[in-house]
């Protein structure tokens, strides 16, 4: 798997179901496994999704919660969930999809909880475009990334390939380090590539994309 360096920002594009989650999951095993710290955007799914589908991927979120992972819960109030308000959890909440101020801010509030350096997943920018802008979605983006870089760390945005227009998939391209790309294969394989990475040699070929669950139980202090 693709190491990724501190300090920079990446685009992990791909259609629906192709694994865009599952890969990033593998990823934040590998980071809370050395000691990293992650902050993880909710926007299509609710933390409790997350925590589940993670603890089906060999990740077990809630024993890290506070300490190594806190949750940005963009989902939850738009959607009317409430159950995360219930919990003793560590969670910051943002109003709506809408409310871009309000993420940037619940997301430098995460970091100086966990202390900085993090990484900064969201998961998927996709989600708020369809309450924002494209032009209100790019000063954001650029606001956010280069926030992170430049105080708090790594960042990497998932986004859905084949429901934006091309401009859009461009624009977001061009904002960011490097872009990883995985698709589906003739044999309905999945399949990745990294297709570029600012200041790093990459291999630009599809290789079969293989996510194996490996269980990290790693305390939460």
Request: proline share 5%; glycine share 8%; hydrophobic share 40%.
């Amino acid at each position: 798997m693709f190491r990724f360096h501190p300090n920079t920002s990446v685009l992990i594009s791909g259609p629906p179901g192709v694994g865009k989650f599952e890969y990033l999951i593998g990823h934040a095993r590998e980071w809370i496994a050395a000691g990293e710290r992650l902050v993880f955007v909710t926007l299509d799914l609710s933390p409790r999704e997350v925590r589940d589908r993670a603890a089906g991927l060999g990740l077990d979120i809630p024993s890290l919660e506070g300490g190594s992972l806190v949750f940005v819960d963009c989902y939850s109030a738009s959607a009317g969930d409430t159950s995360e308000a219930a919990t003793p959890r560590r969670v910051f909440s943002v109003s709506s999809f809408s409310n871009l101020e309000g993420i940037g801010m619940a997301i430098q509030k995460a970091a100086q909880e966990l202390r900085p350096p993090v990484r900064v997943v969201f998961y998927t920018i996709s989600t708020l475009f369809l309450h924002n802008s494209t032009q209100a979605i790019a000063k954001f983006f650029q606001i956010i990334t280069s926030r992170v870089k430049t105080s708090m760390g790594f960042i990497a945005y998932a986004v859905h390939e084949g429901v934006h227009e091309p401009t859009t998939m461009n624009l977001l391209r061009s904002l960011t380090d490097g872009v990883v790309e995985l698709r589906f294969n003739e044999a309905m394989g999945r399949e990745h590539r990294v297709h570029h990475m600012r200041g790093t040699h990459v291999d630009p070929h599809w290789m079969p994309l293989e996510l194996e669950a490996q269980t990290v139980l790693l305390g939460g202090a």
